[in-house]
């Protein structure tokens, strides 16, 4: 489950970005993260390890929206471009190995939503 140690690093960025807030918030509501597919997050894990990770803190109490995005490629052979199944990133189209990738490694926070 790594899970756990992503929360682990979206909470010190949570926590880096909640405290540079103007005035000072009463408390944090919601954090909205961004997460790609490569990341191979399991969206209940996550939300579990936000709530235990957040537990007695001061951001107990609010909650994780998780916004996933696929991921997708564009082929260097025929210039198809869509969503790619993993493991293998196989052109859907015409079966080259050349795709590159144009999503699914993204992981930010994408919004802090506070008490103010």
Same mark, same amino acid.
């Given at each position: 489950?790594?899970?756990?140690?992503?929360?682990?690093?979206?909470?010190?960025?949570? %926590?880096?970005?909640? @405290?540079?807030?103007?005035? /000072?918030?009463? +408390?944090?509501?919601?954090?909205?993260?961004?997460? =790609?597919?490569?990341?191979?997050?399991?969206?209940?894990?996550?939300?579990?390890?936000?709530?235990?990770?957040?537990?007695?803190?001061?951001?107990? %109490?609010?909650?994780? @929206?998780?916004?996933?995005? /696929?991921?997708? +490629?564009?082929?260097?052979?025929?210039?198809?471009? =869509?969503?790619?199944?993993?493991?293998?990133?196989?052109?859907?189209?015409?079966?080259?190995?050349?795709?590159?990738?144009?999503?699914?490694?993204?992981?930010?926070?994408?919004?802090?939503?506070?008490?103010?």
């Amino acid at each position: 489950m790594h899970e756990f140690s992503i929360c682990r690093f979206l909470l010190d960025a949570v %926590g880096e970005e909640y @405290d540079r807030i103007e005035p /000072p918030p009463r +408390g944090l509501e919601a954090v909205r993260v961004v997460v =790609g597919g490569l990341h191979q997050i399991v969206p209940d894990y996550l939300e579990g390890a936000y709530t235990a990770l957040t537990k007695e803190t001061r951001f107990e %109490g609010s909650h994780l @929206d998780i916004d996933f995005t /696929p991921i997708e +490629g564009r082929c260097w052979a025929c210039d198809w471009a =869509g969503v790619i199944e993993p493991p293998i990133f196989v052109c859907p189209e015409c079966g080259e190995l050349g795709v590159e990738l144009q999503s699914g490694k993204e992981l930010y926070i994408e919004t802090l939503e506070v008490k103010t």
